[in-house]
């Protein structure tokens, strides 16, 4: 028996890091997935291994079952119908298993994925021998949203044989969930999150989820309807960073200065709401398309003037900014910054020709450019063989 999800990455069109600190951001879903397999071996197969083989990253960890039972038996039975977040000692026991299957030094950053996988596994479904897989259309660890869309395609694929969410098992296709099982799975996803981000605010995971365009604050959603035609272009500076240690630095930096960082993460509220009311149909004034386009790009330039006020730039990333400047075009960071991706919007009326000498300009930094169509749908699982 097999299961298959897909779950979304994510550009952050406005306000991350400030919503960790309870400001408005922005976000809307990419059609670039994260694709979880799991199958469960047949009673002949008489297999009683966790096998995880995560092919975007080459690597492939199998545990007796036996063995993780007796790291986790002081959990009691881990099986939960509701979310529960992995403690301290949980976490040491997760990170124990995860080095026993001599990690390779060079992928020790993955460690924390495997350990939200471990938790989210084992807390939904228990000690069951399996198979899981998982291959990636996303660049893990560059911005848009990897651990968020890892976490939310491991959890639809989980409580889909959980038996805790209402699913037609017997459905052709790829098959949206019901709403209030979203609401549990983005839940479960935000648990993953937790031991991957450090401090998380719970927009990737809720942007995966539900798709769409999203404007987001204190860990609440409010769908954004929108008709304009956004293109971004998305630039993949390729310098590896790491969002846990990005959204310490700015806490750290919030403590240190504690009033003017306050003044910063208002600001990008305020940017992130106007951004939301330029975007959103119907709109309330009546500006034309270029308009719209000409205010995002003011909005999206002052976004990035305080993500360096937060300490999360990168010289990768201001080289993207003036190379994108050069042809006047607005660019911000998305995500957490310090390297990763950055988005720059391609203005309706931009000539196919100038979009070209960009790239190519960008490319011959050593950069990777992606377009991505924005605002599609969220997680999906699919029973048959036709996904
Ligand atoms: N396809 C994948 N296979 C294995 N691990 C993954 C995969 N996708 C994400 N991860 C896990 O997520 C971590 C990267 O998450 P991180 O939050 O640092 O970056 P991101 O989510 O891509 O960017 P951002 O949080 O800024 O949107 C990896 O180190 C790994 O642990
Ligand atoms: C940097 C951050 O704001 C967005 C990462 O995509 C972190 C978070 O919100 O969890
Ligand atoms: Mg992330």
């Known amino acids: 028996m097999e299961v ?59 545990w007796p079952i036996s063995r993780i039972k007796a790291a986790l038996s002081y959990l009691g039975c881990p099986f939960s119908s509701t979310p529960t977040s992995c403690s301290a000692e949980s976490a040491r026991s997760l990170a ?97 999150e937790k031991i991957i981000h450090g401090k998380p605010s719970g927009i990737d995971n809720t942007v995966s989820t539900y798709g769409n365009m999203i404007k987001f604050r204190s860990g609440s959603l409010t769908r954004i309807k929108s008709d304009l035609p956004l293109k971004m272009l998305i630039t993949n500076t390729k310098v590896g960073r790491n969002t846990k240690a990005l959204v310490a630095g700015v806490s750290e930096r919030s403590l240190r200065h504690p009033d003017a960082m306050s003044f910063v993460f208002n600001a990008v509220d305020s940017i992130s709401r106007e951004l939301s009311n330029v975007i959103q149909s119907p709109a309330p004034d009546n500006l034309s398309v270029t308009e719209k386009e000409e205010k995002l790009e003011e909005l999206m330039e002052m976004n990035q003037g305080l993500l360096q006020c937060m300490g999360v730039s990168h010289a990768s990333i201001e080289t993207v900014l003036r190379t994108t400047l050069k042809y006047k075009l607005a660019s911000k960071l998305t995500g957490a910054g310090g390297g990763g991706c950055v988005l720059t919007l391609l203005p309706t009326l931009l000539s196919g020709t100038v979009v070209d000498k960009v790239i190519e300009e960008l490319e011959s930094c050593g950069f990777q450019c992606l377009t991505a169509g924005i605002g599609g749908k969220g997680v999906e699982v699919c029973f048959d063989g036709s996904c």
Request: net charge negative.
């Open 96 to 192: 124990a298993l995860v080095e026993e299957e001599n990690f390779p030094e060079a992928k020790i950053g993955l460690a924390s994925g495997v350990s939200a996988f471990l938790w989210l596994y084992t807390s939904i479904l228990g000690f069951k021998p399996a198979t899981v897989i998982v291959t990636s259309e996303l660049p893990v660890g560059a911005g848009l949203g990897s651990s968020a869309a890892f976490c939310v395609a491991l959890s639809g694929a989980f409580l889909a044989f959980s038996g805790s969410v209402n699913v037609d098992m017997s459905h052709q296709g790829w098959l949206m969930f019901g709403d209030n099982d979203l609401e549990l799975l983005n839940k479960w996803a935000f648990e993953g």
């Open 4 to 62: 298959k999800t897909r779950a979304p990455g994510k550009i952050i069109l406005a306000g991350e890091h400030a919503v960790v600190h309870g400001s408005t951001a922005v976000a809307a879903s990419i059609d670039l997935y994260t694709h979880v397999s799991l199958r469960f071996p047949s009673p002949s197969e008489n297999d009683d291994t966790l096998i995880i083989q995560l092919k975007s990253v080459a690597l492939e960890l199998s």
